[in-house]
């Protein structure tokens, strides 16, 4: 994944789920991945 794609998934998780943004700079690429996709899933699921 591109540099700006991780600091987009980032941030939207940051504001998503109130998340510390400072721990998820530790995590690997498929974990940020996978935390974007759940928290993105639920938040489509709530806009409908």
């Known amino acids: 994944m ?10 939207f998780i940051s504001k ?11 995590m690997t690429d498929a974990e940020i991945e996978h935390i974007y996709n759940q928290t993105y899933y639920q938040f489509e699921e709530i806009a409908e």
């Open 2 to 11: 591109s540099r700006q794609e991780r600091k987009n998934m980032i941030e």
């Open 16 to 26: 998503m789920r109130g998340t510390d943004h400072d721990n998820l700079l530790y």
